[in-house]
């Protein structure tokens, strides 16, 4: 059947056919999510780029949509960038029921398309026009709100006089005017740029720019100039971050109806025979203080319930050496999601973790470890929290999300997990002494396409 492939991502959005690349656009309009990606219908590796697209009523189930934008009917370069709902018709482009949705793409400068049919079809404004043209090679337009100013803003990679970002503003979405340039010699293509209150409060909030690995620096922004609290970049995704890695060109939505804020990303490297590249699990980000200063959390959306197709639950278990005490023994599953807190202020044990898709043999896909005296988890920093260390995966058949501490920790990995019967088992292990599981939980999780 469809999607049923080996290393095919049951719950993650990947392209029916073809080649995707970087998230697109998402946004969310009239009930629907939007995502849009960079796409070649036409064979498995990066070439003549379209917009792919597909919807889904709840960022967890998706429907495959016709391609929006495509080489010839729509003039320039189809690359990466964003789209926004024009709810005021500001643009003056709506002509029937629907607000404009307008979205900016294009290569060393931008064009605009839009959609006056609730993004069935698209057209380019003014045959293609570049409404900026900043200096040097540039691209990857994203383009927000900003609700305390009452304009739009828009940031533009360019590499002109070393990497950084063009700053522009707009009244009406089609005419923009330079603002100020973030010469973040760090910051290279897909830059995203939100505000974010700092352990929820909304009266503390800061503005976070990110590139395209995910790199990224928290600061203040007037409604012309980002000026940063730091100059290195923190990083808030420990995956590989590149064109070839496992976590790439993430992007939030725009529009959203809560005011959370959601991202996507391209998660690079997973293929079968019909299909290349899939999207990570769609997260919430958040901004926690710390005595660092604030950092950029990433946790699975809520929206992940809807996916549960059975579920199990222990408390209180103490695991040893001995696999006996493995709560796991004897369960087998194939996609799913597991939810873990460990005492780690009383263990004894050195490293304690899940084998993932074990073997009878004894063999096993991955193993995601926490090592105690390195407070690390799956080989990334996590100090424990109030001696607590929770652990959170996402297990799919190509693709293994590893979360630490409530999002504190992500990791966006590939694995090629084996998921013949037989090769399904899970192993909660502990080594060289004991650790007190306090709670898990282990739901199965359904296919994403209706
Ligand atoms: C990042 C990227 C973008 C570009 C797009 C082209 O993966 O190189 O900078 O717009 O891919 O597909």
New binding site residues.
Partial sequence: AAYDEPFRGQFHFSSRSGWM??VNAPLYYNGQYHLFY?HNPHGLG?DT?HWGHATSPDLVHWTQKPVALEPGAHPG?L???AGVVDTTNASGLKTGADAPIVVFTG?NGVSIAYSTDGARTFQSYDRGRKVVTPTGTS??PKVLWDAARGRWVMVV?SDGGGNGVNVYTSANLLDWTYRSRYAAGWLF??PDFFPLPVDGNAANVRWVMTD?SGEYVTGTFDGAVFTPDWTAPQRMDQGRNS?DGTF??GLTFSNMPDGRTVQMA?QPGNRGGTWTGNASFPVQLGLISTPAGPRVTRFPVAEIASLRQGTTTWSNRTITTDPATDPFAGITADTYEILAEFDVGTATATQFGFQLHRRADGGHDRAVVYDRTAQTLYGAPLAPLNGRVKVRLLVDRGQLEVFGNDGRLSFTDNVNFNSAAGSQGIRLFATGGSVRLVSAELHRLGSAWG
């Fill in positions: 690349n970087d960079q990066w780029m370069d690359f990466s960038g290569t691209r990857d990679w293509e897909c395209a064109f790439y060109a391209w």
